[in-house]
């Protein structure tokens, strides 16, 4: 065996066995059993979901060398939009017994409404996604194929989490995220050692040629990849708010590193890609020039992605039907009404055309619930300092998420 064949083997054995240990750490019964892991495993689920194999691309085309400044700043915004979400887990549910004003409840009922046709939506895609990956090799037969797998999973999805409920959804989410971290942490590893061989360079890294209003569009639209944390809010029938408010933190804490350190790490490789506009299956061929083995890792990854972030919404969905029908409809049932209506997009509507609506809702509903955010604080006593601190970022995110609503160019 030639020497550069023993350390490619060597090469591959080590980025293997990093995912290997790290999926053991994952599983761990104690962190398993940690019901503020779980709760932790929802929200982050569905921020690194579907754009996490995307990103990179589409951040170097905007940004070009500033791409990791460019993805701090999203992720940043991100995390303030969660403060938003925090806040009114506060407000909302501590005084949901009490008389809550006709503006207050409207909010509420609007951005549910809003909250629910993207969750539905978004769903349908993900596992449709999911799908495409798994069929791509059969071209005849892959659209029918694809729905009907779709089909069969979401059944399955809705079937167990209506006989069982929230905790063997969490079950099978927990596990797929558990494979999904364990290859990023080996994507990562073998990232690092390759940039430390090769030197780190972003030579050959360039921005397409875009006007500074488009780049703010294509950043907003890249906003709605690190959505989902919002999901911490519907787990109210299992999780108390200080639980769900520490755990909504944690996950967007850890999801920010990981995208952060993923940008910075894939960068120097981004101009072996031809510019355009790459799927996933283009950062799973370039991780190749790190390890051999990362390719089919990454396919492992990104089935893993839909599925998890699909389970992560739909978890979320529930929650959020049950607490819009006060209690009158449960969350069991609800898993249902929201798979049979997922079913119904993929078999009558072209999934990957009204994606876009779905990034625009997601964009509504923050924007919603920031406005009941800013309302709840001027009706109190913004004479201190963190009160108005708190205002002006609120003030902030909502400025960002208008113009997201109304001009932001989905990503991917």
Known sequence: MSTNSSSMLLLNESVLLVAVLAFAILQNKHLRQSSFWRATVTPLASIIGSGFLIIAPLMAEVAGELAPLAM???????????????????????????????????????????????YVISIAFYLRLMSAFLFSAFEDTAPFLEASFTTIVLAAIGGLGWRYGLTALERME???????????????????????????????????????????????????????????RYLASEYSADKRIASMKLAQRLSAVIYLFFIILILP??????????????????????????????????????????????????GLLEQESDQRLSSRTAYLG?????????????????????????????????????????????????????????????GILTFAVLFALPAG
């Open 72 to 118: 701090a700043s999203i992720l940043l915004v991100a995390y303030g939009i969660g403060a938003v979400i925090r806040f009114n887990i506060n407000y909302c549910e501590r005084h949901a017994g009490s008389y809550q004003p006709l503006i207050v409840r409207r909010l509420e009922h609007a951005s549910g409404i809003t909250l629910s046709i993207a």
């Open 174 to 232: 927990t596990l797929a995220v558990s494979v999904k971290l364990a290859i990023i942490v080996a994507l990562l590893a073998g990232l690092l050692h390759h940039n430390l061989v090769e030197g780190f360079s972003f030579v050959g890294v360039r921005a397409a040629h875009l006007s500074f209003l488009d780049q703010l569009r294509m950043l907003a639209g890249m906003l709605l990849v690190v959505q989902g944390f919002e999901t911490s």
């Open 269 to 318: 490789l981004i101009h072996h890609l031809e510019q355009g506009n790459p799927d996933e299956t283009a950062i799973i061929d370039l991780s190749a020039f790190a390890a051999p083995i990362l390719p089919a890792l990454l396919a492992l990854a990104a089935i893993m992605s839909q599925f998890s972030a699909a389970v992560a919404d739909t978890v979320g969905a529930g």
């Open 338 to 398: 929201i798979v049979g209506s997922a079913i119904i997009l993929i078999w009558v509507t072209d999934i990957f055309a009204i994606i876009a609506f779905a990034s625009r809702a997601f964009a509504l509903y923050y924007l919603l619930q920031t406005l009941l955010g800013i309302w709840v604080i001027c009706q109190g006593s913004v004479a201190s300092i963190k009160e108005g601190l708190r205002l002006m970022c609120f003030v902030t995110m909502a």
